[in-house]
């Protein structure tokens, strides 16, 4: 048994999300969900085994389906304010389990647990968010060209919703949609990263004692594990009207096409290659804190992480000798151990990607700043910690053109005035997060603007990522257009009907039609 299980209260996490500790090759709280092959959760962290769970074959799945099929005939005819309460009191349940849910996260993702806690809260702040809006479901009333007609619209709920998420935020992602899906009246079915599937088992046994205690069907909760096929059961399904997917732009462009080959709906939710742009009139001191976190939070690996710095060249030098000043005390390891800045990588094969990133910016004539490199040795064994790299890059490199999902920081110059810098900004395939640095009215104004970032967020003096669950989440172009959590992000989740209602004893056509009989 590793150290860091019983030093940092792994353990005891474990047990309190009701996760047998094993590492004896038998499943772990899976016994639920599936008959099919075994996938092992090892932690990026220290290396260890944390546990196995059964993945879901296609007959797991049908009987998934009928379970969520039935609980929906249940949940949908619950009137909203009480599915609120039944989110409210998993969110209840999250403030209780907080603690190991954020631990676990970070041992089993590997990001530090400061923020596998904030990806609890955002869990909480989800709930708290969808119980008010449980009261607020409303359509518009409208006035009807008849005389005695009444026109208004109303939302229903949609059925089954499919969510697939990502590794990198294996917890808060489901949340952001099962929780106003809940809402909705829908029931939900998740598919987890495989990478990081005890996360979902843990999840899945909060939920169910809600449910359990509230006398309520768990398949208003259904959770199926595996690898991309399992995924392609739910999208390929006619009975599962909505899919939001989390994940890769290769991932969503194929989740895409599926359904909408059978003409359902999907929320994307894919990559960015988010930009800070730093004007002349830019606080240095607030552009280190909001770069290094948003390039080395997470270990780089938010679909909302800074990629690119786009710096004037009046300020350049000072910017970047500021930023190697600030890589220079990153601390980098155990991420349960709050003295350290940076935790691993998911996996080796992120690890791959990161040092490819490192070769072929090099090859395409750039220069590393801060070189990066994989570390080794005590404390290291796991294999996935990677020390944050700085390379000095152009926009048209193939390679900063691309996502890399590791802790690589590009440095852009521009010069003239802030058009240029946006010009950049927006000159990449995806569009989720952007910020501009800068006490500049007009340069601030001009980057949110219509002509500014093309970006679903766009951020003034703040980094790009560590967005707040009250606003719509998404990106345009290559993220996919989709919008989750916030605002008004719910009516997805549901099917619009507009009703006419006459209480005359005539019946008016409209457009002014005539049909005497
Ligand atoms: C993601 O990386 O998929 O804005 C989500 C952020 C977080 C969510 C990121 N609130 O960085």
């Avoid at 806690?117 to 969808?130: P, R, T």
């Avoid at 004007?279 to 909001?290: F, S, Y």
């Avoid at 500014?452 to 606003?471: H, L, P, R």
């Amino acid at each position: 048994m590793s150290h860091i299980v019983t030093e940092f209260g792994i353990q005891d996490a474990l047990q309190q999300l009701g996760i047998k500790a094993l590492n004896d090759g038998t499943s772990t709280g899976s016994e639920n969900f599936g008959s099919g092959d075994i996938i092992a959760s090892y932690s990026p962290v220290d290396g260890a085994l944390i546990g196995k769970v059964k993945t879901t074959t296609k007959a797991d799945y049908g009987k998934v389906m009928v379970q969520a099929t039935d609980a929906f005939k249940t949940w949908r005819t619950t009137p909203a304010p009480q599915r609120g309460e039944i989110v409210r009191q998993f969110g209840e349940k999250l403030r209780e389990l907080k603690e190991p849910l954020g631990k676990l996260v970070s041992y089993e993702m590997g990001k530090s647990y400061q923020e596998g806690l904030g990806e609890v809260q955002e869990m909480i702040d989800i709930c708290d968010f969808a119980v008010g809006l449980s009261r607020q479901l409303h359509g518009l009333t409208m006035h009807s060209e008849r005389p005695g007609h009444r026109m208004y619209e109303q939302y229903h709920p949609l059925g089954v919703v499919g969510i697939i998420s990502a590794f990198n935020f294996p917890v808060a992602v489901w949340a952001w949609n099962t929780a106003l899906a809940w809402i909705c009246g829908d029931v939900c079915i998740w598919k987890p990263s495989e990478k990081v599937p005890l996360c979902g088992i843990a999840c899945q046994h909060i939920a169910a004692q809600v449910f359990k205690a509230n006398n309520l069907p768990e398949g208003i909760s259904c959770l199926i594990n595996g690898d991309y096929k399992v995924g392609e059961f739910m999208t390929q399904d006619p009975r599962v009207p909505l899919i939001s997917a989390t994940g890769s732009v290769r991932m969503g462009k194929i989740v895409a096409q599926v359904v909408a080959s059978r003409l359902g709906k999907s929320l994307l939710e894919l990559g960015g290659n988010n930009a800070i742009i730093v004007t002349p009139d830019a606080d240095i001191k607030m552009t280190i804190i909001g770069a290094v976190f948003g390039a080395v939070g997470t270990a780089g690996q938010r679909c909302t992480s800074t990629r690119r710095l786009i710096i004037h060249e009046s300020i350049y030098d000072t910017v970047k000798e500021a930023l190697v000043r600030a890589y220079n005390q990153l601390k980098i390891g155990n991420p349960l151990d709050e003295n350290n800045h940076v935790g691993p990588l998911i996996d080796t094969d992120a690890v791959a990607l990161y040092e490819n990133a490192l070769r072929k910016v090099q090859e395409e004539g750039g220069t590393l700043l801060v070189e990066g490199g994989v570390l080794k040795g005590e404390g290291y064994e796991s294999g996935c910690y990677v020390k944050p790299a700085i390379a000095e890059a152009r926009n048209n490199f193939k390679i900063v053109q691309h996502e890399t999902f590791a802790p690589v920081l590009y440095l852009l110059k521009y010069s003239g005035d802030v058009t240029n810098a946006i010009a950049l900004q927006n000159g990449v395939d995806q569009g989720l997060s952007s910020a501009i640095m800068t006490n500049n009215l007009r340069e601030a104004e001009t980057f949110l603007s219509c002509v500014g970032s093309d970006c679903g967020i766009a951020n003034v003096n703040i980094g790009t990522s560590g967005a707040e669950i009250g606003g719509a989440f998404g990106g345009e172009k290559e993220t996919g257009g989709g919008r989750e959590s916030g605002s008004d992000a719910w009516k997805i989740y549901m099917r619009r009907q507009t009703n006419t209602i006459n209480y005359t004893t005539e019946l008016p056509l409209a457009q002014g039609i005539k049909f005497d009989l």
